[in-house]
């Protein structure tokens, strides 16, 4: 019902910047949550940010507030996350997800993206 797809991750240097987007397919793509997770080797996905269903809500993960902003475009069934100021930890896969209800800052999604490599290095 809704498919995802990730791109934009890639290596970068500490400080600077990047934007992800995530790609959705889905007639009802407007009316869902949208949220981005990481995870990095070793380490339990964290969430990063979400956005409600009419885009007013935004929710930050207490590692990237006042760094990254997640925003949407219903028109073009996408949501990005602009990163800022990036650090070595935000190293990790992204992954883009999707859910048919309120948002939430927990992994309880129901549809997820396949995940794109972000690098950081120091």
């Known amino acids: 019902q809704v498919q995802l797809v990730e791109s934009g991750g890639r290596l970068v240097q500490a400080g600077g910047s990047l934007r992800l987007s995530c790609a959705a397919s889905?007639?009802?793509?407007?009316?869902?949550?949208m949220g981005w997770f990481r995870q990095a080797p070793g380490k339990e996905r964290e969430f990063v940010a979400a956005i409600s269903w009419a885009a007013g809500i935004t929710y930050y993960g207490d590692s990237v507030k006042g760094r990254f902003t997640i925003s949407r475009d219903n028109r073009n069934n996408t949501v990005y996350l602009q990163m800022n100021s990036l650090k070595p930890e935000d190293t990790a896969v992204y992954y883009c997800?999707?859910?048919?209800?309120?948002?939430?800052?927990?992994?309880?999604?129901?549809?997820w993206g396949q995940g794109t490599q972000v690098t950081v290095s120091s």
């Open positions: 889905g007639r009802t793509f407007s009316r869902y949550s």
């Open positions: 997800a999707a859910r048919n209800g309120p948002t939430v800052t927990t992994v309880n999604y129901d549809y």
